[in-house]
């Protein structure tokens, strides 16, 4: 079965701290991954997005992503976290197995203190 | 518009009751997605349009949900005799072409809180 695994439900990190959090997927076929981001009160934004090309995708505001095939992960990384990035985190696949679905993960919730 | 829009932002009804959630997408966008999201869950796809055309309803639970796109641009999703379990939040998302154009982008709405007591 398709699935999106975000393994990290919460996070807590203080400020500066760096951060990964972990997204694995099980499909078949080719695949094309998204990190999106929703911060209090604000709607879903996507962070960064893997479609081909380099494995190692930068997005908006400092946030990174590998893609590695052979693990069936894309996690997400930042070297300093600010007190602004508190928010949650969706991984996202799309595959050519899937249609037209956006599937997700169930999200992460991270929360940087001062 | 700017962004997607969706209205009612908050919704309580009584179960039993029929209920319309409205999706008004950024202007020129091909694709239409509706997404629902319960408390503590990732988004959970229910249905994707194609210009006006229904292209794929397999995430709609049951037969009481029901989307449509009369004129390829705003959209309704009609939840019938809504239940205790409907409640959720639902996501409006839109996209200047399919989900599988490279470099495609979706774009989501703020939602809509949808409560059945």
């Known amino acids: 079965a398709q699935s999106v695994s975000q393994h990290n439900h919460h996070v807590i990190l203080s400020e500066a701290a760096s951060l990964e959090l972990g997204c694995n997927y099980s499909y078949g076929g080719t695949v094309n991954l998204f990190w999106y981001v929703q911060y209090p009160g604000q709607h879903l934004q996507l962070l960064l997005k893997?479609?081909?090309?380099?494995?190692l995708v930068k997005g908006i505001k400092g946030f990174e992503a590998e893609f590695i095939k052979s693990k069936f992960s894309f996690n997400l990384r930042k070297p300093s976290v600010q007190w602004s990035d508190t928010a949650e985190y969706f991984c996202?696949?799309?595959?050519?197995?899937?249609?037209?679905?956006?599937?997700f993960g169930k999200g992460t919730s991270l929360l940087v203190t001062p | 518009g700017a962004g997607v829009s969706q209205s009612p932002r908050y919704k309580v009804t009584k179960r039993g009751q029929d209920v319309a959630l409205r999706c008004d997408p950024i202007?020129?966008?091909?694709?239409l997605y509706w997404y629902r999201q319960a408390l503590g869950q990732g988004p959970e796809f229910l249905t994707y349009?194609?210009?006006?055309?229904?292209?794929?309803k397999s995430g709609l639970p049951n037969d009481r949900f029901s989307a449509e796109r009369p004129e390829g641009s705003i959209s309704t999703l009609t939840i019938q005799r809504t239940e205790q379990r409907d409640s959720a939040m639902y996501r409006c998302?839109?996209?200047?072409?399919?989900?599988?154009?490279?470099?495609?982008?979706?774009?989501f709405g703020e939602g809509s809180w949808l409560t059945v007591v």
């Open positions: 996202a696949v799309t595959g050519s197995n899937s249609g037209y679905a956006l599937n």
């Open positions: 998302a839109s996209s200047l072409a399919g989900i599988s154009s490279s470099g495609n982008t979706i774009y």
């Open positions: 202007s020129g966008h091909v694709s």
């Open positions: 349009f194609n210009y006006e055309a229904q292209q794929d």
């Open positions: 893997y479609f081909s090309g380099d494995p």
